[in-house]
């Protein structure tokens, strides 16, 4: 495990398609190589894959708040206009990190969404769920391009910044 970003880069995911859909549709989406996790060492291998898998959109959701919480710090106490470079800063921050949380949730393998859903499912429905993932990335960009996927994670994104705006105090 490593904090340098080189070795997660996936010539395909994190390369190829961010840039044929920049110069195709105009916006970017893409992935990185999964943190391998070492199954044989968890005691309870489903329902642990299901903690590991929350891990990452709960880590986004949480800088998330904490993004939105010095928002509101320079806003409301140090005399910072919404128009400013650091509140604006702190405001994407913000929204990206609600969109990478709200995005990963989604039951689709490989995301860690998915993770939940096998952890729920009954044991005779798990096998063929999880052969979706070989397709899974080509399900997810069909999905955002000609189906509701866009607005599922908008709405989940919507839900999330509220009880962010509401874990952090509400509107100040």
């Known amino acids: 495990m490593t904090l ?3 070795p997660h880069i996936d010539p395909v995911m994190t390369i190829l398609v961010p840039a044929v859909m920049y110069f195709s549709v105009g ?8 943190v391998p996790v070492q199954y044989h060492r968890l005691r309870h291998p489903l329902r ?3 903690l590991v898998a929350i891990a990452g959109p709960l880590s986004n959701f949480l800088l998330a708040m904490l993004f939105l919480s010095i928002m509101k710090g320079l806003v ?5 206009g919404f128009d400013e470079v650091a509140v604006q800063v702190m405001e994407a921050s913000f929204r ?3 969109l990478l949380a709200a995005f990963n949730l989604i039951p689709i393998p490989p995301l860690d969404g998915s993770r939940v859903l096998t952890w729920i499912l009954p044991a005779s ?3 063929g769920y999880n052969s979706l993932e070989r ?6 960009v069909a999905l955002m391009l ?7 994670v908008f709405d989940i994104m919507l839900a999330l910044g509220r009880f962010a705006d509401y874990l952090t105090g509400g509107p100040w």
Request: aromatic share 22%.
């Open 27 to 34: 916006y970017m989406f893409g992935g990185a190589k999964p």
């Open 125 to 127: 429905l798990r096998a």
């Open 135 to 140: 397709f899974g990335m080509i399900l997810i």
């Open 48 to 50: 642990d894959m299901m």
């Open 76 to 80: 409301y106490f140090a005399g910072f």
């Open 146 to 152: 000609f189906g509701p996927l866009g607005a599922v």
């Open 96 to 98: 990206w990190n609600l």
């Open 4 to 6: 340098d970003p080189i």
